[in-house]
């Protein structure tokens, strides 16, 4: 992906993420989040700081936003690494090719677990602004993945990478290549 686009995608992203919806929950501090995000979330800011000092992000939860897997009510957190700091940092919060996506689902017992971990290197995430159901994700990952339908005996590299929808149904993520 060009840097422009990249810039574009990621100001796209933002958008959404920081958006007011209608239905969604305010996430106003680290403190309100459940301990396995709050721990990935704080220790990709410290990398960042790490690596430079000024990359604190916007606002403390920059980049986490509560959605609606069903729209019936599967609470979620999506949390993208490239705003967690204030901007794209190989080696602390991305890596030169990109950046990890993850979605931690709340299960019926209120526990968490991390069901979406990604390094995309390209993406576009839908979410509906009047329920904040998740309607689609498109995402660009490494070529040579199995989902991508690599071609069988060819080598990839790790900046090759091919397009694919996510959606969340019945439980479960489905991936699928555009036709």
């Given at each position: 992906?060009?840097?422009n686009?990249?810039?574009?995608?990621?100001?796209?992203?933002?958008?959404l993420?920081?958006?007011t919806?209608?239905?969604?929950e305010?996430?106003?501090?680290?403190r309100?989040l459940?301990?396995?995000?709050?721990?990935?979330?704080?220790?990709?800011q410290r990398?960042?700081?790490?690596?430079?000092p000024r990359a604190?992000?916007?606002?403390e939860?920059?980049?986490i936003r509560?959605?609606d897997?069903?729209g019936?009510g599967?609470?979620?957190?999506?949390v993208?690494?490239?705003d967690l700091?204030?901007?794209h940092i190989a080696g602390?919060?991305?890596?030169?090719?990109?950046?990890?996506?993850?979605?931690?689902?709340?299960r019926?017992?209120?526990?968490?677990?991390l069901t979406?971990?990604?390094?995309?290197?390209?993406?576009?995430?839908s979410v509906?602004r009047?329920t904040n159901?998740?309607q689609?994700?498109?995402i660009?990952?490494?070529?040579?993945d199995?989902r991508c339908?690599?071609?069988?005996?060819r080598d990839?590299?790790?900046?090759?990478?091919?397009?694919?929808?996510?959606?969340?149904?019945?439980?479960?993520w489905?991936?699928?290549?555009?036709?």
């Amino acid at each position: 992906m060009t840097g422009n686009l990249r810039r574009l995608a990621s100001a796209v992203l933002g958008l959404l993420l920081l958006g007011t919806q209608t239905g969604a929950e305010d996430i106003a501090h680290l403190r309100d989040l459940p301990a396995p995000v709050r721990q990935h979330v704080q220790s990709v800011q410290r990398s960042c700081l790490e690596y430079d000092p000024r990359a604190k992000p916007f606002a403390e939860t920059s980049g986490i936003r509560a959605i609606d897997l069903t729209g019936k009510g599967r609470r979620a957190l999506l949390v993208d690494n490239l705003d967690l700091c204030r901007e794209h940092i190989a080696g602390a919060n991305c890596s030169n090719r990109g950046c990890d996506l993850r979605i931690w689902e709340q299960r019926p017992n209120g526990t968490w677990k991390l069901t979406f971990n990604e390094h995309a290197h390209g993406k576009f995430i839908s979410v509906d602004r009047d329920t904040n159901k998740l309607q689609f994700m498109a995402i660009s990952i490494y070529a040579g993945d199995p989902r991508c339908e690599p071609t069988q005996g060819r080598d990839y590299t790790s900046g090759q990478s091919c397009d694919l929808l996510v959606t969340y149904e019945n439980g479960r993520w489905r991936w699928r290549r555009p036709r």
